[in-house]
């Protein structure tokens, strides 16, 4: 259902999260803060997120949602079933969150790997070990990746999903459709395996060169190292048809019959299933920084700016820290009168 990555060590994609394998640009982020922002389908909450500018990842599953705050603690909502939507009693130090249909799973900073929520086929059970830098929650099954590249998986094997590939090294990123997965290698090509339908495993003949990953139900999404989108399986809505305007993306997210994707400008984009919305983005269309498609319903995180007008806060972070100090060597010579423009220039 979501993807997760390694490559850059950072840890919260899913999504997602806050878009680290896909794009450099995005991880350092000129804004006090991020709250989320929910649409599409309702019925139980799932996208009605809590308030609050302090958020660092979200993922919305098929009816609960979860989100990490920067304090690396874990706020759930939407169905509770099996209390899903519960964070675990040791709420914190977590660096990422995955939301599956029926169950949960966080990844805490020493690497271990928590779960919670439906366990009928052993998917909330994580194996043991601390080397973990990456989870994803699908149906009955569920995925991790290992500090060393290799995949790990549990829960429900009965379509193989549960079970690794058969090379199973030098992987960056896994994604977890409803049987089925893909993963991301090293040298920007995909594997998939387990029972997906509609061709939704097999990755295009053109595979090479990506750098992200997604998957749900059963269709497949990926971002090529150039900002394109490339879609296959299911089409039935036209969720395996890339966007027309296809390019300057830079994180992508598959819900169950439509997709998500952010641009560079902070835009963001979507297309197939759009019966509760969940297609079109929020009417304030600016400055997110990640996405996150559920099962019929969406979250994402958006920049908010200080609220202060600080004297030396030159990157509006709401302080004066070294990162100002770095963007002012820089830019050691200001001259606001021939370059009024300059962040430090802020008129009386």
Known sequence: MKSNTRGLRCFA??????????????????AYGHQIIGWGYNFYGQAT???????????????????????GRIVGWGANWDSMATPPADNNNFVAVSAGKYH????????????WGNNNFGQATPPAGN??????ASLYHSLALKSDGTIVGW?????????????????????????????LNSDGSIVGWGNSGYGAKTPPADNNNFIAIAADEWHSIALNSDGRIACWG?????????????????????????????????RIVGWGYNEYGQSTPPA????????SAGQYHNLALKSVPCQFLLAGDLNDDCKVDFSDFSRMAENWLIDCQTNPSNPACVPK
């Open 155 to 183: 829960g429900d094997n009965s379509e193989g999903a549960a079970m690794p590939p058969a090379d199973n090294n030098n992987f960056d990123a896994v994604a977890t459709g409803t049987y089925y997965n893909i993963a």
């Open 49 to 71: 997120p809590p308030d609050g500018n302090d958020f660092i990842a979200v993922s919305a599953g098929a009816y609960h949602s979860l989100a990490l705050k920067s304090d």
């Open 284 to 291: 304030d269309n600016n400055n997110f920084v990640a996405v």
């Open 131 to 136: 080397n973990f830098i990456a989870v994803a």
């Open 234 to 266: 299911q089409d039935s809505f036209g969720q395996a048809t890339p966007p027309a305007d296809n390019n300057n993306f830079i994180a992508v997210s598959a819900g169950a019959f439509h997709n998500l994707a952010l641009k560079s400008d902070g």
């Open 13 to 30: 994609v899913l999504t997602v999260v806050l878009v680290c394998l896909a794009v450099q640009t995005v991880f350092t982020l000129p």
């Open 104 to 115: 949960s799973l966080a990844l805490k900073s020493d690497g271990s790997i928590v779960g």
